[in-house]
């Protein structure tokens, strides 16, 4: 049994105003089964009659319903018998090989360590050698950046050191406790906090809090052309941007390894004291004698360092940031992972250096 078209009368102006709300009736028609357009009244159109009926002649290919066009004048008939249908043709996906992905992530990474590496570079002629230089344009903002990449950060950091040192001293006591090792406690704890806990951590939760202020600040400014608008007044934008974070995380960084390290090692006191019954002199005298001096340079040294990779990959995140809005957070969260990432591998370097 073949179903009964319903039949739609057309008005006598097709056009923009009216023609969606059309549309939207005629569509969902097509979709229940056949359609009948009466054009007996339509003597005019413009270019959203076009579309009008190319939509309703590809929803009915898609549906299998008969769209039929009924007691047009010949005018209209001729206009849509030479109106063309352009299809757009579906994208092809071509299926790539593991080597060509690897290749790409390759030279990707490569690339951005040679972009870290030349912000270094003029990082550090501009911060060393740059005061001398008399085509220098002279900019302040150092000290807001310590206060805003530093300072602000300095809470969390003794917090995040502290606890996680009170954990790994509190899961040690209980293994020194069985063996009567209480005493090696505190050389011990000492030396691994500032070995490695105090800088590893410190410039890990400096990648995620001030890092990612970096990488969305100069993001933001490369997204709306400021970055463009400073090259145009002729001010390098290294010199202004990135230079007085560099010096900023320079000075911060070693400053919050030594204090959270501090902090650590008065968390472990806590064990110390309730587990072991270990004075507070006793305690930091085993600290004192279990560390070598050298190892506070080498500290200072490796949150040196890590800072530095911190504020690089976020600065050269930022001003490579490309698009609109989405491409603030892509850059935010890259430098984060790519900052993680980098101090781990650089902590793995230095095991190998210094110890």
Not at 67 to 83: G, P
Not at 244 to 255: D, V
Not at 291 to 306: C, D, G
Request: charged fraction near 15%; hydrophobic fraction near 45%.
């Amino acid at each position: 049994m073949t179903s009964i078209a319903e039949t739609i009368r057309l008005p006598s102006r097709l056009t923009a105003a009216n023609s969606r709300n059309l549309l939207h009736k005629c569509k969902n028609c097509l979709r229940r089964g056949d359609l009948c357009l009466d054009g007996t009244m339509l003597a005019q159109m413009d270019y959203s009659g076009d579309a009008f009926f190319s939509l309703l002649a590809d929803l009915s290919e898609k549906t299998g319903h008969k769209l039929t066009l009924a007691h047009f004048c010949d005018d209209i008939k001729t206009h849509l018998k030479n109106l063309k249908r352009q299809k757009v043709p579906a994208r092809e996906k071509t299926k790539r090989h593991f080597l060509e992905i690897l290749g790409e992530k390759g030279i990707r990474a490569a690339k951005g360590t040679a972009e870290v590496f030349v912000l270094l570079n003029m990082s550090i002629y501009w911060s060393l050698l740059g005061p001398f230089d008399k085509g220098k344009i002279k900019f302040r903002g150092t000290a807001k950046q310590i206060f805003a990449l530093g300072s602000e950060a300095m809470g969390i950091c003794f917090l995040m050191v502290a606890l996680i040192c009170f954990t790994m001293a509190l899961q040690s006591s209980f293994m020194l406790k069985a063996v009567g090792g209480g005493s090696y406690l505190a050389s011990g704890l000492g030396f691994l906090i500032f070995a490695e806990i105090g800088p590893l951590l410190t410039t890990i939760i400096l990648a995620g809090r001030s890092g990612s202020s970096i990488a969305a600040e100069i993001a933001n400014m490369s997204v709306c052309e400021e970055v463009k608008a400073i090259k145009t007044m002729a001010i390098p934008p290294v010199q202004y941007l990135v230079v007085p974070r560099f010096i900023a995380m320079s000075i911060c960084t070693p400053i919050l390894s030594f204090c959270a390290s501090i902090c650590g090692c008065f968390a472990g006191f806590l064990i110390a004291f309730f587990f072991f019954d270990i004075t507070f002199t006793n305690y930091f005298n085993s600290i004192r004698e279990g560390i070598e001096p050298i190892l506070f340079l080498k500290s200072s040294i490796k949150a040196l360092v890590f800072g530095w990779l911190v504020t690089l990959i976020s600065c050269n995140k930022g001003l490579n940031a490309t698009g609109g809005a989405e491409a603030v957070g892509l850059a935010t969260t890259s430098s984060v992972v790519t900052s993680i990432s980098a101090i781990i591998v650089a902590d793995t370097c230095f095991g190998f250096i210094f110890y």
